[in-house]
């Protein structure tokens, strides 16, 4: 048992200032009102706060096509008029809009997935939380449900270097389909997602039947549920698989996407879980006491998901939250009560005891057919990606940095205002 973890928490306040367009679901600024919560709470007091550096676009096409990368790069609002081939075969449109800023946003989101991953490879911190991330339907090459550049592979391609298994899991409504994908064919990585499936529910992948194939064959884990799912059925269900997808695949690494678009009352998802019972996923995975990498995902009532986040990252620093939220810059977003907690919705859980039976057989049934812990042949372990020294002789001193790479892991005092948990001390005293 550890004494104490060690916690990497990961933000850039860029991220919550995009803005995807009037109508669209997908509101980032979900995360300035969950940082803001998490500093109300001075839960900042209890890690380590980085910056994410923005990820280069050869770090983004160690998994994405490098064309799509460059694409991205590319596409602005005011150019995309020239562009409807591009953006009809990259998917880019009313789900995935293109809008300002849109490449240095995932640049941000997916450099924060992949930092997590590298202070996790390099035993810095024993959990690293990055909200920003999670964004789990992107593709090779194309964009998908909200979702541009898929930080989860590159932050799983980034743990397969040092780690010969890594476990992936998935609460998030929605089926977390692009992780899926990338790994179909490899024992190294399982995937277990747990989400909503049927009446053309997007994205309408997820079936108990999609086990993998070839090598990967029994390492995708789907369980599909049904409309109005509560906290006890959801609760059972995880421990039991959870439990045993780590006895028999014995991961060296966990990544937990938390999208929190599960919970009651989500503008887009249709589950009846309480801030408690989605929280409970995380405490569960937490006891198993191996390195984890815990990231965002969706989340559509952006109060529900502040609140959700906030608890969760309470759940991993093993601190409980008073149910009063404290004064914060959001304060108003929470009233008129300003609880943390949300109860269920009243929902009919369409998720018989004898469907969900059914479901738990069927996977544990799967997992018979894993070898114990598959070996794999460990080849020399790649450089984390080179990041170039600047020549400060050769440069104007006024240009020699952008800001970004002057501060990208300096503790902001508008967004910290702590100096006891800078970046510098002695990572002996975590």
């Known amino acids: 048992m550890r004494s104490k973890d060690r916690i990497s928490y990961f933000y850039d306040g860029d991220v919550g200032s995009v803005y995807f367009g009037p109508n669209h679901p997908m509101k980032p600024h979900r995360l300035c009102m969950t940082h803001h919560l998490v500093l109300s709470y001075e839960l900042h007091k209890k890690m380590e706060i980085y910056r994410p550096h923005k990820a280069y676009p050869v770090e983004l096409?160690?998994?994405?096509?490098?064309?799509?990368?460059?694409?991205?790069?590319?596409?602005?609002?005011?150019?995309?008029?020239?562009?409807?081939?591009?953006?009809?075969?990259?998917?880019?449109?009313?789900?995935?809009?293109v809008f300002e800023n849109l490449f240095e946003f995932c640049q941000i989101y997916a450099g924060g997935t992949i930092d997590a991953a590298r202070r996790l490879n390099h035993q810095l911190c024993d959990i690293a939380i990055n909200w920003a991330g999670g964004l789990h339907h992107a593709k090779k090459c194309e964009a998908s449900g909200f979702c541009y550049i898929n930080d989860l592979v590159l932050g799983i391609l980034e743990l397969l270097k040092y780690h010969s298994?890594?476990?992936?899991?998935?609460?998030?409504?929605?089926?977390?389909?692009?992780?899926?994908?990338?790994?179909?064919?490899?024992?190294?990585?399982?995937?277990?997602?747990?989400?909503?499936?049927?009446d053309l529910f997007f994205p309408g992948t997820g079936d108990v039947k999609?086990?993998?194939?070839?090598?990967?064959?029994?390492?995708?884990?789907?369980?599909?549920?049904?409309?109005?799912?509560?906290?006890?059925?959801?609760?059972?269900?995880?421990?039991?698989?959870?439990?045993?997808?780590?006895?028999?695949?014995?991961p060296g690494v966990i990544v937990l996407q938390c999208g929190a678009d599960s919970l009651a009352g989500d503008r887009l998802g249709c589950f009846n879980l309480s801030i408690d019972g989605h929280a409970e996923c995380v405490r569960f995975v937490k006891k198993f006491n191996l390195p984890l990498l815990v990231t965002g995902g969706g989340g559509y009532t952006k109060e529900n998901v502040a609140r959700c986040w906030t608890v969760e990252t309470g759940v991993l620093l093993d601190t409980e939250l008073p149910n009063e939220i404290p004064d914060n810059e959001y304060i108003k977003y929470f009233s008129p009560d300003h609880l943390l907690r949300i109860p269920n919705g009243h929902m009919e859980n369409l998720n018989t005891k004898s469907y969900l039976s059914t479901i738990k057989t069927q996977v544990l049934e799967n997992l018979r057919f894993i070898q114990h812990a598959p070996g794999v042949q460990m080849q020399e372990v790649p450089p984390d990606f080179y990041i170039p020294d600047f020549d400060e002789d050769g440069q104007n001193p006024d240009e020699r940095m952008n800001r970004h790479t002057q501060d990208k892991q300096i503790q902001r005092d508008d967004e910290y205002y702590e100096g006891d948990n800078d970046n510098d001390h002695d990572m002996d005293d975590a």
Do not use: W
Request: with cysteine; proline share 3%; net charge negative.
């Open 61 to 97: 096409a160690q998994f994405h096509s490098a064309d799509y990368v460059e694409f991205l790069h590319r596409i602005n609002p005011d150019t995309q008029h020239l562009f409807a081939n591009e953006l009809s075969k990259y998917n880019l449109g009313e789900d995935c809009p």
């Open 165 to 198: 298994r890594v476990l992936y899991i998935d609460i998030d409504v929605h089926h977390g389909d692009g992780v899926e994908e990338a790994f179909y064919f490899t024992d190294r990585v399982m995937t277990v997602s747990f989400h909503k499936y049927g």
């Open 210 to 250: 999609e086990i993998g194939e070839r090598e990967g064959k029994f390492y995708a884990i789907n369980v599909p549920l049904k409309d109005g799912i509560d906290d006890g059925s959801f609760t059972r269900l995880f421990r039991t698989i959870i439990s045993k997808v780590v006895e028999m695949y014995r």
